[in-house]
């Protein structure tokens, strides 16, 4: 029979962090500040339904005047700086044939504009490279994940500057001339369309400095912006490492309409729109039709340079991923609960689905629906680089975590991967997100978390920094060793 009967051999399983969810070194070895070390812990009370990642321009000032004085976990992370070697080994013991790490752009561009590379920052990198080496385990590196140099965010208001194509294109190059015998995997941008949630975290923008433009006009023209680097950094690994293979990173934000009326359909299928655009112009390197309509209802107007729609024409990405947590449902047809919607403003409850601590939407069928979807509309290969359980977690007197919850959701969605794959989706791998505890992104507590290792560290900082295995640590090693097969 032709039918597909499970993951394809060399499948790549593993797990996926950020630099400054765990490095910490905020500021040894010449790395120059980044957006991310600016963020506050918010405490509970504080957290609304959504994300509250946005920082001012008077905010920073004042912390830099040392004015302020909160707490910024992600200045710390969990010390991956000093212990990747212990927490690779771990890694190699759950059997990773993929780590996903992102390269700190400001420990290589301190200012992001620097004339030349900070070596000691390189250096950090090709250690890490080696390591993982040591245990055959590829490294898929994300350019840029939610930590843009803070001076380009003071001095040209980040992404929103068209200057910023040209500094990060210059970081690309180095990295890749630096590491093109060590990284095949290259991500550009993390959830690029994060920028039109919170421009702060996708783009480095403070958009209190622009108080004439509108949200929309200001996330929209600099994902533009992000489009063409995304695309030259594409074109530069192609010609530096033949090799290589580089993708898109899309959160993705499945909705439903919550009932069958027409306009809820439609209401769905223009938000699914809006968040496919931006995968659309990586892998059919143009613009929609419907965003130009999208582009003239709101007034907003992207401001592109002669060569723009060329560069992203001639570079699409071989690869698309994403990030997949929970689903989301919408409707026209009176008030709802509202609920996290993966910052989707209107999100409402799905009765069928419970929730998480944090209040997200757990849905493993939806994977197999945004998978086959991703797959009718690009038929391009697809990894799914993020998705997990963030959970609070208890240690037991003799020190074992029994995260019966964590296998729970994390085989769930496996197995709908698996019919996904059946259904002859074309997937490369699957990263879980944070396979080792890390600080959270959207909140910088510790309590969110996600590991299959336990990190003992609480959310006001204190704790030993140990490293320590969950339950979830030996069946996520089965998983991997079965290929699949044993969940
Ligand atoms: C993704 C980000 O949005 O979700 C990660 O790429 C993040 O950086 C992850 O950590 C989970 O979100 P949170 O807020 O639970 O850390």
Redesign the pocket.
């Known amino acids: 029979s032709k039918a597909i009967t499970g993951f394809q051999p060399g499948f790549l399983w593993g797990g996926a962090t ?1 630099a400054n ?1 765990v490095e910490g070194a905020y500021n040894l070895d010449g790395k120059g500040l980044s957006t991310a070390d600016m963020v506050p812990w918010i405490p509970k009370e504080k957290r609304g339904l959504g994300f509250a990642m946005d920082v001012t321009a008077e905010y920073i000032e004042d912390v830099l005047a040392e004015k302020i004085n909160d707490r910024y976990p992600k200045r710390d992370g969990i010390d991956f700086y000093h212990r990747y070697k212990e927490d690779i080994a771990l890694f190699a013991e759950l059997g990773f044939k993929v780590f996903r790490l992102s390269i700190n752009w400001a420990r290589i561009f301190p200012n992001g504009d620097d004339a030349e590379p900070n070596e000691a920052g390189l250096q950090f990198y090709d250690n890490v490279f080696d390591e993982l080496k040591k245990y055959d385990i590829e490294p898929l590196v994300t350019l840029s ?2 930590e843009t140099p803070l001076a380009l965010t003071r001095k040209y208001n980040g992404w929103y500057s068209r200057e910023l194509i040209g500094f990060y294109t210059k970081y690309a190059e180095t990295v890749f001339k630096r590491y093109k015998n060590k990284v095949k995997y290259w991500l550009t941008f ?2 690029i369309n ?1 920028i039109t949630h919170s421009p702060y975290t996708g783009g480095g923008i403070l958009v209190g400095q622009l108080p004439e433009k509108t949200k929309d006009q200001i996330a929209y023209q600099a994902a533009h912006h992000q489009f063409v680097a995304s695309a030259l950094a594409t074109k530069l690994a192609h010609e530096i490492i033949p090799e290589s293979q580089v993708g898109c990173m899309l ?1 993705r934000m499945q909705t439903y309409p919550v009932t069958n009326h027409p306009d809820d359909i439609l209401e769905a299928q223009r938000q699914n729109d809006l968040n496919l655009f931006f995968t659309d112009v990586h892998v059919n390197g143009e613009y929609p039709a419907f965003m130009y309509r999208y582009f003239a209802e709101n007034n907003v107007s992207i401001n592109k340079e002669i060569g723009d729609d060329e560069i992203l024409k001639q570079y699409p990405v071989d690869f698309i991923s994403f ?1 997949y ?1 929970m689903s989301i449902s919408v409707t026209t047809q009176g008030e709802r609960e509202q609920v996290a919607g993966n910052m989707i403003e209107g999100a409402v409850k799905n009765e069928y689905l419970e929730t998480s601590d ?1 209040g997200w939407q757990i849905d493993p069928k939806g994977l197999r629906v945004t998978l086959r979807d991703f797959h009718n509309r690009y038929g391009k290969p697809l990894f799914i680089v ?1 998705n997990g359980l ?1 959970a609070y977690d208890k240690v037991e007197e003799d020190g074992s975590i029994h995260d019966t919850y964590r296998i729970d959701y994390l085989k769930k969605h496996i197995e709908q991967m698996k019919e996904a794959v059946k259904d002859g989706v074309h997937l490369m791998g699957y990263t879980a ?2 396979p080792i505890d890390l600080v ?4 910088s507590e510790m309590s ?1 978390r996600y590991g299959f290792i336990y990190v003992d560290q609480d959310d006001e900082g204190n704790g030993t920094l140990n490293r320590s295995k969950k339950d979830s640590f030996a069946w996520y090693q089965k998983v991997i060793t079965s290929n699949g097969e044993e969940l």
């Open positions: 950020a969810q994940h939610y993390n959830e994060v959160a990030s947590y944090w993020e963030g997100w944070g959270s992104m959207s909140t969110k």
